[in-house]
């Protein structure tokens, strides 16, 4: 089974420019969610897809960060502009629904840098 | 203020030892508990899922304890590998399926 796909693996920007990510799920994999991890701490979560409807954005910078899931499968999350406390690692991961037990998947991640 | 708290932050062991990681939680209400592991520069993956009926519960030479009364849990690794270096995140679910990450501990496993 493939895993959760993310690319770029690693980004560096210069503050105020924009950049995106991209994530294809596990196939079929209802719930996607997008985390910011900043080195030395845990995830967290910025957005939640439910197919394409968005489940919880409550910790999502909207006045730079957007997110789409128009299709109900893959997922972009894109910074515009991006400032230096942005760097860190985006990670995505997915599961087949929202079960309170469900178990999380995982992708590898994107390392952005803001210089 | 839903908080996940581990200790210690780091840790080294030698390979073939045995070592426990801890972690605290005040979320409230709580659904379930997990522990990951995440290798350096990849993303967690799932070790456990405890829900609040389940005191202990194994995969391997991993072993996750759970007490929802004292809203303790512990990570005991056996027989430790190099392999197992890694940073193992507790992770609490609570209201509404949102789950609240500790910061992990760090496991440095040298020969």
């Known amino acids: 089974e493939a895993g959760v796909a993310q690319s770029p693996r690693y980004k560096i920007i210069e503050k105020r420019q924009s950049v995106a990510f991209w994530c294809n799920p596990i196939s079929g994999h209802a719930t996607l969610y997008w985390y910011q991890q900043i080195l030395g701490q845990g995830p967290k979560l910025l957005i939640q897809f439910q197919n394409n409807g968005v489940v919880d954005d409550s910790q999502l910078p909207k006045d730079r960060f957007s997110a789409e899931r128009l299709k109900g499968v893959d997922s972009t999350l894109k910074i515009q502009p991006a400032k230096l406390e942005d760097s860190a690692v985006y990670l995505c991961?997915?599961?087949?629904?929202?079960?309170?037990?469900?178990?999380?998947?995982f992708g590898s991640g994107t390392q952005l840098s803001v210089l | 203020k839903n908080q996940v708290e581990q200790s210690p932050q780091s840790l080294i062991i030698l390979e073939g030892k045995n070592c426990t990681l801890q972690?605290?939680?005040?979320?409230?209400?709580?659904?379930?508990l997990r522990w990951y592991k995440q290798d350096t520069g990849r993303g967690p993956v799932s070790l456990t899922i405890?829900?609040?009926?389940?005191n202990t519960k194994s995969n391997g030479r991993y072993t996750a304890t759970l007490d929802a009364d004292t809203k303790q849990s512990s990570l005991h690794i056996t027989a430790s590998q190099l392999s197992d270096s890694a940073s193992y995140i507790c992770v609490v679910s609570g209201r509404g399926n949102k789950l609240t990450f500790g910061t992990g501990t760090q496991l440095k496993v040298e020969l």
């Open positions: 972690c605290n939680y005040t979320v409230s209400p709580f659904s379930n």
């Open positions: 991961a997915s599961s087949t629904h929202r079960a309170s037990n469900e178990k999380l998947f």
């Open positions: 405890m829900t609040f009926s389940e």
